[in-house]
């Protein structure tokens, strides 16, 4: 059965793999499985048709046969159970990269989208400069904590797992805040992520996409 997900018609950050579909493509080309996308506009995402996939209205959804699912984490979930390469074997180590995974969204990222609120939406609040110290320090915790847990490993429990690929792109939010620099192990363990054949080709994609869109017409 042929995989469909959706992602931006334009991305807001130009194809900088910071648009949440990155990670599903990512799961998919880290397993080898091929997919389809179906680009909708910030309109589509609202219209009835796209929210009987997604009931919040965002992006990205999965479709396979007659199973459509939403929210990455359940989707990344759902394609490291359903095909190798993104769960370890071992029972025990399996559950550990999963719960890598829950603390990735429920744990490190919502700290950070704190972060990319103030920075974007609220910087001309007039209590906006008094908060940010505050909002960067959560942050700062976080990351701490984080780069304790590391330390000088290469992946967060052993092989490169789904708990990594979910963290990475957590922590790739911060690359503009220059946050992560303060974290050398941390900044390394994204490049490493980076590094990887499956997420250059994710991030090939989606950048495709967006410089298509940036281009004159002829």
């Given at each position: 059965m042929t995989i469909t997900i959706t992602a931006f018609e334009r991305s807001p950050d130009g194809g900088k793999g910071l648009a949440r579909d990155t990670r599903v493509r990512w799961a998919l080309e880290e397993v080898g499985q091929p997919y389809q996308v179906r680009l909708v506009s910030f309109a589509a995402m609202k219209a009835?048709?796209?929210?009987?996939?997604?009931?919040?209205?965002?992006?990205?959804?999965?479709?396979?046969?007659?199973?459509?699912?939403?929210?990455?984490?359940?989707?990344?979930l759902h394609i490291g159970e359903r095909h190798a390469g993104l769960l370890p074997t071992d029972a025990n180590a399996r559950a550990r990269a999963i719960t890598w995974m829950f603390a990735a969204v429920n744990t490190v990222e919502p700290p950070i989208l704190e972060l990319v609120t103030a920075r974007i939406l609220e910087a001309d609040k007039p209590w906006s400069n008094e908060r940010m110290p505050?909002?960067?320090?959560?942050?700062?915790?976080?990351?701490?904590?984080?780069?304790?847990?590391?330390?000088d490993a290469d992946w967060l429990d052993g092989a490169f797992s789904a708990g990594d690929l979910m963290m990475v792109s957590v922590l790739l939010r911060l690359r503009p805040s220059g946050i992560l620099d303060a974290f050398p192990n941390l900044a390394a363990y994204v490049a490493r992520g980076e590094a990887r054949p499956a997420y250059q080709r994710a991030f090939a994609a989606q950048l495709a996409v967006n410089v298509g869109h940036r281009r004159e017409p002829t």
């Amino acid at each position: 059965m042929t995989i469909t997900i959706t992602a931006f018609e334009r991305s807001p950050d130009g194809g900088k793999g910071l648009a949440r579909d990155t990670r599903v493509r990512w799961a998919l080309e880290e397993v080898g499985q091929p997919y389809q996308v179906r680009l909708v506009s910030f309109a589509a995402m609202k219209a009835p048709a796209h929210l009987a996939l997604h009931p919040f209205g965002q992006i990205p959804t999965y479709e396979e046969g007659d199973l459509a699912l939403f929210e990455t984490g359940a989707i990344v979930l759902h394609i490291g159970e359903r095909h190798a390469g993104l769960l370890p074997t071992d029972a025990n180590a399996r559950a550990r990269a999963i719960t890598w995974m829950f603390a990735a969204v429920n744990t490190v990222e919502p700290p950070i989208l704190e972060l990319v609120t103030a920075r974007i939406l609220e910087a001309d609040k007039p209590w906006s400069n008094e908060r940010m110290p505050l909002v960067e320090e959560r942050v700062r915790g976080r990351l701490a904590q984080l780069s304790a847990r590391l330390g000088d490993a290469d992946w967060l429990d052993g092989a490169f797992s789904a708990g990594d690929l979910m963290m990475v792109s957590v922590l790739l939010r911060l690359r503009p805040s220059g946050i992560l620099d303060a974290f050398p192990n941390l900044a390394a363990y994204v490049a490493r992520g980076e590094a990887r054949p499956a997420y250059q080709r994710a991030f090939a994609a989606q950048l495709a996409v967006n410089v298509g869109h940036r281009r004159e017409p002829t």
